[in-house]
C-alpha cells in the first residue's frame, strides 16, 4: 500500500488577518508534490503549519492531518513520519553541537545506539554523496557548505526513517553545480526509498524536472491542482500562468516536463 499524508482545511491567522485559507494537501509515498506561488502566497507558512512550527502570533483556526487515513498530530509526526528541510539549512543546527552529536540524537529517538549507530550514520552519508564521513562529522554547521548542510538533513531524515520529507526552497540558498546535484539526490531517494514529498519553490526549472503532482497558491489559497504535465501544457489559473511566464522569459526556453 502506498503510503499517504494529508492536510484538509489548514486556515492560519495572525490577529485578523487570514494567511492561508482552507489549504487541502496530499502527499503520496514515491511522488513529488510541489507548491508553488509567488513571495507571499502562504506556501512557506503552509509548510510550517502542517509540522505546527508557526512562528509567534500565528496559530491555526482549523486543519485536520491524515496519515494513511487516521487522524494524528503533527508532534507525533515531527522527526519522525516527517522530516523538515529548510531553505537556510544553518538555522536548523545548534552552531555549538557536531554534526555527529545531530545525528547520534535523532538514532536515539529510535534506540538505535553504538557501533550500530555509528556504522549506520557513515552509511546514511554515503547514501546522501557526503563520502567523508568522519570530517563531516567532526564538524560544525558553519564549517561546511549549504550543499552539504542540506545533504546531512536529509541523512537525518533518512536516520529517522521518515517516510514524508517537507522542503521548504531547498535550492534557492545553493549554486547552479549543488543545486543539480541535490535535485539527483532527491530524485534517487524518491525513486529508491519510495519517499513522498513536498517541494515548495517558485522555480518552474525545479517543478519542470522534479514534481509529479503541483498545487498552485496566490494570497494564501490553492487556485490550481493538477499534475505537472498538465501545468506546464494547459495552466487554468492566472497565478501558473504568470509563473510560467516568468520562468520562459528568464530561461528562454518552454521547459516542458
Same mark, same amino acid.
Given at each position: 500500500?502506498?503510503?499517504? =499524508?494529508?492536510?484538509?482545511?489548514? $486556515? &492560519? /491567522?495572525? %490577529?485578523?488577518?487570514?494567511?492561508?485559507?482552507?489549504?487541502?494537501?496530499?502527499?503520496?509515498?514515491?511522488? @513529488? %508534490?510541489?507548491? @508553488?506561488?509567488?513571495?507571499?502566497?502562504?506556501?512557506?507558512?503552509?509548510?510550517?503549519?502542517?509540522?505546527? &512550527?508557526?512562528?509567534?502570533?500565528?496559530?491555526?483556526?482549523?486543519?485536520?492531518?491524515?496519515?494513511?487515513?487516521?487522524?494524528?498530530?503533527?508532534?507525533?509526526?515531527?522527526?519522525?513520519?516527517?522530516?523538515?528541510?529548510?531553505?537556510?539549512?544553518?538555522?536548523?543546527?545548534?552552531?555549538? /553541537?557536531?554534526?555527529?552529536?545531530?545525528?547520534? *540524537?535523532? =538514532?536515539?529517538?529510535?534506540?538505535?545506539?553504538?557501533?550500530? +549507530? #555509528?556504522?549506520?550514520?557513515?552509511?546514511?552519508?554515503?547514501?546522501?554523496?557526503?563520502? #567523508?564521513?568522519?570530517?563531516? =562529522?567532526?564538524?560544525?554547521?558553519?564549517?561546511?557548505?549549504?550543499?552539504?548542510?542540506?545533504?546531512?538533513?536529509?541523512?537525518?531524515?533518512?536516520?529517522?526513517?521518515?517516510?514524508?520529507?517537507?522542503?521548504? *526552497?531547498?535550492?534557492?540558498?545553493?549554486?547552479?553545480? !549543488?543545486?543539480?546535484?541535490?535535485?539527483? =539526490?532527491? *530524485?534517487? &531517494?524518491?525513486?529508491?526509498?519510495?519517499?513522498?514529498?513536498?517541494?515548495?519553490?517558485?522555480?518552474?526549472?525545479?517543478? !519542470? /524536472?522534479?514534481?509529479?503532482? @503541483? $498545487?498552485?497558491? +496566490?494570497?494564501?489559497?490553492?487556485? *490550481?491542482?493538477?499534475?505537472? %504535465?498538465?501545468?506546464?501544457?494547459?495552466?487554468? $489559473? +492566472?497565478?501558473?500562468?504568470?509563473?510560467? !511566464?516568468?520562468?520562459?522569459?528568464?530561461?528562454?526556453?518552454?521547459?516542458?516536463?
Amino acid at each position: 500500500m502506498n503510503r499517504t =499524508l494529508s492536510i484538509q482545511g489548514l $486556515s &492560519l /491567522r495572525h %490577529h485578523q488577518r487570514t494567511l492561508v485559507d482552507c489549504l487541502d494537501l496530499t502527499l503520496k509515498a514515491g511522488q @513529488v %508534490h510541489a507548491l @508553488v506561488g509567488g513571495s507571499g502566497s502562504g506556501k512557506s507558512l503552509s509548510c510550517l503549519g502542517i509540522l505546527d &512550527l508557526l512562528p509567534p502570533g500565528v496559530h491555526s483556526s482549523g486543519g485536520t492531518l491524515r496519515l494513511d487515513g487516521q487522524v494524528v498530530e503533527p508532534a507525533q509526526l515531527r522527526g519522525r513520519e516527517v522530516a523538515l528541510v529548510l531553505q537556510n539549512p544553518r538555522s536548523a543546527f545548534n552552531p555549538v /553541537r557536531s554534526l555527529r552529536q545531530h545525528a547520534l *540524537e535523532t =538514532l536515539n529517538t529510535r534506540g538505535v545506539r553504538g557501533a550500530q +549507530a #555509528d556504522q549506520l550514520i557513515l552509511d546514511t552519508l554515503t547514501e546522501v554523496g557526503l563520502s #567523508d564521513g568522519q570530517r563531516v =562529522l567532526d564538524s560544525f554547521a558553519f564549517q561546511l557548505s549549504g550543499g552539504m548542510l542540506q545533504r546531512f538533513m536529509i541523512a537525518l531524515a533518512l536516520l529517522a526513517d521518515s517516510q514524508f520529507l517537507l522542503a521548504d *526552497e531547498p535550492t534557492s540558498d545553493l549554486d547552479v553545480v !549543488a543545486q543539480a546535484r541535490f535535485l539527483d =539526490l532527491l *530524485e534517487r &531517494l524518491v525513486a529508491q526509498r519510495n519517499l513522498g514529498v513536498l517541494l515548495i519553490t517558485h522555480d518552474m526549472g525545479v517543478v !519542470a /524536472r522534479c514534481a509529479d503532482q @503541483v $498545487s498552485v497558491m +496566490a494570497h494564501g489559497r490553492v487556485v *490550481e491542482q493538477t499534475d505537472v %504535465h498538465n501545468l506546464f501544457n494547459a495552466p487554468k $489559473s +492566472a497565478e501558473a500562468r504568470t509563473l510560467l !511566464a516568468a520562468h520562459h522569459a528568464l530561461t528562454m526556453e518552454t521547459c516542458t516536463p
